[in-house]
């Protein structure tokens, strides 16, 4: 069973910055460096939307919305992937999940972030 916990979100006032980071636990192995690795994003009424993905070379993607401001990365060996997150906007407020495209496992509770002044 893998475990997923995201971390580093909070209240942030326009045009700030945070950086999440998500953590794999469990039977994950070596498994976590061949896998893709993504952000979701949640709001209140919507479907959950994917913010940005890595692949197992480091290529990665991103939805339109982002502009530019957000960067994913991953560390295998420590079975984590980051999301630093800049020139964060109202709209940008939502929960912030971590899963693989390749192979989806449950989701964890997610970091909220909050974008306000």
């Known amino acids: 069973q893998v475990q997923l916990v995201e971390s580093g979100g909070g209240l942030v006032q326009p045009g700030g910055s945070l950086r999440l980071s998500c953590a794999a636990s469990g039977t994950i192995f070596s498994i976590y460096s061949i896998y893709s690795w993504g952000w979701y994003r949640q709001t209140p009424g919507k479907q959950r939307e994917l913010v940005a993905s890595?692949?197992?070379?480091?290529?990665?993607n991103y939805a339109d919305f982002v502009e530019g401001r957000f960067t994913i990365s991953r560390d295998n060996g420590k079975k984590t992937v980051y999301l630093q997150m800049n020139s964060l906007k109202p709209e940008d407020t939502a929960v912030y999940y971590c899963?693989?495209?390749?192979?989806?496992?449950?989701w964890g509770q997610g970091t909220q972030v909050t974008v306000s002044s």
């Open positions: 890595i692949g197992s070379t480091g290529r990665t």
């Open positions: 899963n693989s495209p390749t192979k989806p496992y449950n």
